[in-house]
């Protein structure tokens, strides 16, 4: 059966000028739905911050395996970011976007493609609340604190734990977080709307210097990202299903101070059942996934044994990407419901 409602609504949405080049996959049931394949692009794109649940994934496994406890602070690893009284701030703070370490103003632009100076900043950096005790969403120190920690736990580079740990047991073959191993993907295109003007410009510095922001250069095609939710709702080798229940139940909620005090619930590196994954849903909803950049969705369902994957090049203001999204979402659930899977 074809995808009608969803064809129709990408139709308006083009129209409108609110989509470029787009790509969706669904899976259903731990099964791949083959009619959403013929919709949109089989390219790869940026997929921004919807790609933090998969940097969460490594230290995920690197707790079940036991080398290390969400409860352990940073410091315990990583002596010198202790500095400054943050000696207290846990693996778990920073997966919650509480660390209290969380703006870039400081840093000059020019150091972003510099790790090493990264972590020197980070070092030095005085945090804007004490741990826990408020949510300040992360947008790009989440990446750089993790990708830190992982490396001096495992002596490994970020990308050689992602592999090992996610993308070749999952099977996620164009994931990556760098250009090394990628093509090009899609051009991040600004609409009028959008306020984020250097980003495209910014994007293509990082690709150009093969240097992963991590929280924001992921790269993915739909069909992967959208497995990776599948996976962690029906693989339960992978993770064992106890595990899962713990990183995907709510760990804080409260309002974002560094999203207009949006209100949020938060597992252990994904969003719950929010709004800002662009989906309506109710108090008791299971749905869990992250967005990113305006742009792209990753999101999955236990109770419905569904996962969607919903990338595209085109950055909308916030209020266009909700709607834009919520079209797109909505669409493809009434398909899902008609296809009677």
């Given amino acids: 059966m074809v995808p009608i409602n969803t064809e129709k609504v990408i139709k308006e949405l083009t129209k409108k000028g609110f989509i470029k080049d787009l790509s969706i996959s ?24 919807a790609g933090k649940p998969l940097i969460a994934s490594i230290i995920w496994k690197l707790v079940e395996k036991e080398i290390i406890n969400f409860n352990d602070p940073i410091c315990k690893f990583w002596p010198e970011f202790g500095k400054k009284n943050k000696d207290k701030i846990t693996i778990k703070h920073v997966l919650t976007h509480s660390s209290g370490v969380s703006l870039t103003s400081s ?21 804007e609340s004490e741990p826990g005790e408020r949510i300040a969403y992360h947008e790009v120190t989440y990446g750089w604190i993790l990708g830190e920690l992982i490396y001096r736990v495992t002596n490994k580079t970020f990308e050689e734990n992602f592999k090992d740990l996610v993308g070749d047991p999952l099977g996620l073959s164009s994931i990556s977080f760098n250009s090394r191993t990628q093509k090009y993907p899609k051009k991040i295109i600004r609409h009028n709307s959008s306020k984020l003007t250097t980003i495209p410009t910014i994007f293509n510095i990082f690709y150009a210097n093969q240097i992963p922001l991590i929280s924001g250069t992921c790269i993915s095609n739909s069909y992967d990202l959208a497995k990776f939710y599948n996976e962690l709702i029906n693989n339960n080798k992978w993770l064992k299903r106890k595990f899962k229940k713990n990183i995907l139940r709510s760990h804080i909620e409260g309002n974002d101070y560094n999203s207009e005090l949006k209100f949020t619930k938060l597992g252990l590196g994904v969003r719950l059942n929010s709004k800002i994954i662009n989906i309506s849903s109710n108090e008791n909803s299971d749905t869990f996934g992250h967005s990113g950049l305006v742009s792209c969705v990753g999101l999955g369902s236990f109770e419905q044994n569904i996962s969607i994957a919903i990338l595209n090049n085109l950055l909308l203001s916030d209020e266009l990407n909700e709607y834009r999204m919520t079209q797109l979402i909505s669409a493809i659930i009434l398909d899902l419901n008609k296809m009677k899977l």
């Avoid at 692009?41 to 997929?47: G, H, L, N, P, Q």
Wanted: no cysteine.
């Fill in 107 to 127: 840093l000059p632009d020019r150091d972003y493609t510099d790790l090493n100076r990264v972590s020197r900043w980070i070092e030095n950096y005085i945090p």
């Fill in 26 to 49: 669904v899976f259903s049931k731990n099964k791949f739905i083959k009619e959403f394949e013929k919709i949109g692009e089989t390219s790869s794109f940026y997929i921004f911050s």
